[in-house]
Nanobody, 126 residues
Framework: QVRLVESGGGSVQAGGSLRLSCAASVYTFLISTMGWFRQAPGKEREFVAAISWSDGSTYYADSVKGRFTISRDRARNTLYLQMNSLKPEDTAVYFC???????????????????WGQGTQVTVSS
């Protein structure tokens, strides 16, 4: 089983920053795309950002564009999400996801990913 483990969640005031990390127990050649999703209470799981593992191309949901940055360290098999200018509406459980087949795009859904982390809570207070 491929394992993805998120870390870096926590509580922050509006306007603050957090950086999430996701460590993957897979070899680099097995990864095509990695991404971040979030799910707030009573809401469906929402696409946040995705990155091509090979060339680093990035894609973002409109709601986070300009505030969040997705990146990866291929040598460490680690994915990151730098979150700046956080808003209360960013409060959610954030999930790391990966897939060995699908290519990154701006219109990805949870169905495009085969492996998921356990999630990490991000809470933004006003």
């Amino acid at each position: 089983q491929v394992r993805l483990v998120e870390s870096g969640g926590g509580s922050v005031q509006a306007g603050g920053s957090l950086r999430l990390s996701c460590a993957a127990s897979v070899y680099t050649f097995l990864i095509s795309t990695m991404g971040w999703f979030r799910q707030a209470p009573g809401k469906e799981r929402e696409f946040v950002a995705a990155i091509s593992w090979s060339d680093g191309s990035t894609y973002y949901a409109d709601s986070v564009k300009g505030r969040f940055t997705i990146s990866r360290d291929r040598a460490r098999n680690t994915l990151y999400l730098q979150m700046n200018s956080l808003k209360p509406e960013d409060t959610a459980v954030y999930f790391c996801a990966s897939d060995t087949i699908r290519h990154a795009s701006a219109t990805m859904t949870s169905l495009d990913f085969g492996s998921w982390g356990q999630g990490t809570q991000v809470t933004v207070s006003s």
